[in-house]
């Protein structure tokens, strides 16, 4: 019943933005066309509920064309393909990571049922590979565009801590708890704006 109230939100909160932020997203979309021409989004294969293969789609917040050889850059840790300091990064697309603005079209993601609106942040498989099995936990919900992790640090949190907080989320799929982090989300994301 609690899972099937969080599908409802789902889909009522994703219409409502979509529709609310969609000139935004047309903004954005033309900010990203010009600065940095085209593909406007990137796609992305990445693991779902259950370890299914799903496609997100965010801003495009990188340059097409690799400035730099990857051995040469330093990972933010050991599992990720994330990296510190990514040259590629461009100074829009840095602005967009930062507000999350560049992941306003997962909201596309949500309304089909790919994703939620609150879950852990959904990870390339490759990133799976390197991971203790009990860490796979975390694909037993649906993944999402905010959560605890989100909240609590985002990717400067060590990766044992991020997976703590998406397995508690796991645990504690309720109504009020989703509710909760939606609101926390938005007061989170106001004071990175302040600062940024």
């Known amino acids: 019943m609690q899972k099937l109230a969080i599908r409802l939100c789902d889909i009522i909160f994703a219409f409502l933005a979509l529709s609310l932020f969609f000139p935004i997203l047309l903004v954005l979309a033309i900010l990203v066309a010009i600065k940095m021409g085209r593909p406007v989004f990137f796609a992305q294969k990445r693991l779902g509920l259950g370890g299914k293969v799903i496609t997100i789609y965010k801003f495009r917040s990188m340059l097409n064309e690799a400035v730099v050889d990857d051995s040469e850059l330093e990972k933010v840790n050991e599992y990720t393909i994330k990296y510190k300091n990514d040259p590629r990064i461009t100074p829009l697309g ?97 004071k990175m704006k302040n600062v940024y």
Request: proline share 7%.
């Open 94 to 190: 840095s602005f967009l990571r930062k507000t999350s603005l560049d992941e306003l079209p997962q909201l596309w993601n949500v309304l089909v049922g790919d994703m939620s609106i609150v879950g852990p942040r959904p990870w390339v498989p490759e990133e799976y590979e390197k991971l203790p099995k009990e860490w796979f936990k975390r694909l037993d919900a649906k993944p999402g565009i905010t959560g605890l992790a989100q909240i609590n640090g985002r990717s400067d949190l060590p990766m044992d801590e991020i997976v703590a907080n998406d397995v508690l989320w796991v645990n504690q799929q309720t109504i009020k708890h989703y509710i909760s982090l939606i609101f926390k989300t938005v007061t989170y994301t106001f």
